[in-house]
């Protein structure tokens, strides 16, 4: 297996390890949270992702960020947390 570093873009000032976790063999019956950053363009990319899930049989539940300038907020990040198995989050640039 090859080692990977990730850059956590948050501003830790520390670093800290975390075990990547398992991707799901099949994305068949399960919750995929769609996460709109707010930036422009962003729910169109989302738009075509959500196609494609629905027809690999997943569920999709979508949320959006207030602003793209600050992480989302707590309970929105709870409310993913525990409505959803899998995460995508959309990028425009």
Not at 4 to 14: F, Q
Not at 18 to 47: C, E, H, Q, W
Not at 48 to 58: C, S
Not at 61 to 89: G, N
């Amino acid at each position: 297996m090859s080692t990977r570093t990730i850059l956590d873009p948050t501003g830790e000032r520390t670093l800290a390890e975390r075990a990547r976790l398992a991707r799901p063999a099949s994305l068949d019956g399960l919750t995929v949270g769609l996460l709109d950053i707010s930036k422009p363009r962003g729910d169109i990319f989302l738009n075509r992702i959500e196609q494609r899930l629905h027809e690999v049989g997943a569920n999709v539940k979508r949320y959006k960020k207030p602003t793209f300038a600050k992480p989302a907020p707590v309970d929105l990040r709870h409310e993913i947390a525990m409505e959803c198995q899998v995460v995508i989050e959309a990028l425009a640039d």
